[in-house]
């Protein structure tokens, strides 16, 4: 079955890039995300990629994606104290729900 | 406020008692999804909705759980006779219709606490 998986922590300095990896098992993903989550709030989307891409960026953010070892990140340059959070990467699998399948998540801690 | 909104926020009841939340989507939105959240876990699909119709149900979603999109808009999720493994956070997502990729939109969840 699917199965999406993080590592549970990183810290970083403020200014310094971050990157935060996933894995995923299933190769059929059609849609690969990141969600950004604050302590109290719901989930904001951040940016996604669609499977046949190997990277996107979107302004501070990049996604790779290396669908050969199932693994994608995502690297948040330049990054602030109000990036501190937790970051899901989710996939999709297409067929008619598209539900979302999410990682355990990271938490982002960046230290002025 | 155009977004995903649900109620109540915070909702803290006995074991065995039975519990239920809104949802409403945004307006034009006619996939609706439910998800349950524990801590330190990302968030796990219990159902979806498109339209009025129940469409897909998580193994997750016991006996005790129960959805409904009774017009097609909003969505209630009922659990019967809570159990303290209940407590988590319940999160609502719509999107539009269409297919590919079609942004799911959340709500800010609703907090069950189950003593």
């Known amino acids: 079955g699917e199965d999406v998986e993080q590592s549970l922590f990183l810290s970083v300095r403020e200014g310094d890039s971050s990157v935060i990896n996933c894995t995923y098992t299933?190769?059929?993903?059609?849609?690969l995300y990141w969600y950004k989550q604050e302590p109290g709030a719901g989930l904001q989307l951040l940016t996604y990629i669609f499977s046949n891409m190997d990277m996107k960026q979107d302004q501070r953010l990049t996604v790779l994606l290396n669908k050969k070892d199932k693994h994608l990140s995502l690297r948040i340059a330049d990054t602030q104290t109000g990036d501190s959070a937790i970051y899901f990467c989710?996939?999709?699998?297409?067929?008619?729900?598209?539900?979302?399948?999410f990682g355990t998540g990271t938490l982002l801690a960046v230290q002025p | 406020d155009t977004g995903v909104s649900q109620n109540p926020r915070h909702k803290i009841t006995k074991r065995g008692q039975n519990v239920t939340f809104r949802c409403d989507p945004i307006s034009e939105h006619n996939r609706l999804y439910w998800y349950r959240q524990t801590l330190g876990q990302g968030p796990e699909f219990l159902t979806y909705?498109?339209?009025?119709?129940?469409?897909?149900k998580s193994r997750l979603l016991s006996d005790r759980f129960s959805a409904e999109r009774p017009k097609g808009s909003f969505s209630t999720l009922e659990i019967q006779r809570t159990e303290q493994g209940d407590s988590a956070m319940y999160l609502c997502?719509?999107?539009?219709?269409?297919?590919?990729?079609?942004?799911?939109?959340f709500g800010q969840g609703t907090r069950l606490t189950v003593v």
């Open positions: 989710a996939a999709t699998y297409g067929g008619a729900t598209n539900k979302l399948i």
């Open positions: 909705f498109q339209n009025e119709a129940q469409l897909e």
């Open positions: 997502a719509s999107s539009a219709p269409g297919h590919g990729n079609t942004e799911a939109f």
């Open positions: 299933d190769s059929s993903s059609t849609y």
